[in-house]
């Protein structure tokens, strides 16, 4: 499961307290034998006693600023910024204001938009931010105030720096919030693709 990375080692790194990195490993061992990020199946993979590891989880997840943690693993050197948007179904939360709908159009959920540096050749995750196409559109309204607002933190992340995005996850409803924050952003596209030139 550490195969590449001992989990004491990384997470003395990113918390302060033992305390923290002790409970920081086991729930991310927890997380892996899951292989999933329902807090219920985390808390029935970690060792002991699956109520109190749930309540654990909960009270990790409030007490710790996990933003400003994995802000430690930013390197400010770099020149560009990779996002990668996760769609997170959540198909039994239809009466959820905060859950809209996937890029399918019918898959009830939401998104994760995972901001990584680049180090080395590899990306490491560093900052996320969550999203749905329920609440953000092209107006500003109350609804949707707090959409906007996650995506003025990517842009105070980033500056001027470009974020990077491939071109199959990337959608009208993230482009127009990158847009109305005025982010700078790419998108990669594949070598030999072919695209379709209008009169041709």
Request: proline letters at 4%; charged letters at 25%; aromatic letters at 12%.
């Amino acid at each position: 499961m550490d195969k590449f990375t001992h989990l004491s080692e990384f997470f003395a790194y990113l918390f302060d307290e033992d305390r923290a990195v002790e409970k920081a490993q086991a729930i991310t061992t927890g997380i892996l034998k899951a292989r999933s990020c329902r807090l219920s199946e985390i808390a029935r993979e970690m060792a002991g006693n699956e109520t109190a590891n749930y309540k654990c989880i909960q009270r990790f997840v409030a007490d710790e600023s996990l933003k400003s943690i994995l802000l430690r693993l930013y390197q400010e050197e770099a020149a560009f910024m990779i996002g990668d948007p996760t769609e997170m179904p959540r198909p039994g939360a239809k009466k959820t204001e905060y859950v809209g709908k996937l890029s399918d159009g019918q898959t009830s959920g939401y998104w994760l938009l995972v901001l990584a540096t680049p180090y080395q050749g590899r990306a490491i995750p560093c900052y996320f931010v969550s999203y749905s196409s329920a609440i953000i559109g092209t107006e500003i309204t109350s609804r949707n105030r707090y959409h906007f607002q996650a995506f003025a933190e990517v842009k105070e992340l980033l500056g001027d720096k470009p974020l990077v995005l491939d071109r199959e996850f990337s959608y009208l409803e993230l482009l127009q919030a990158l847009v109305v924050e005025e982010v700078n952003f790419v998108i990669r596209l594949k070598l030999g693709a072919h695209f379709f030139r209008p009169g041709r």
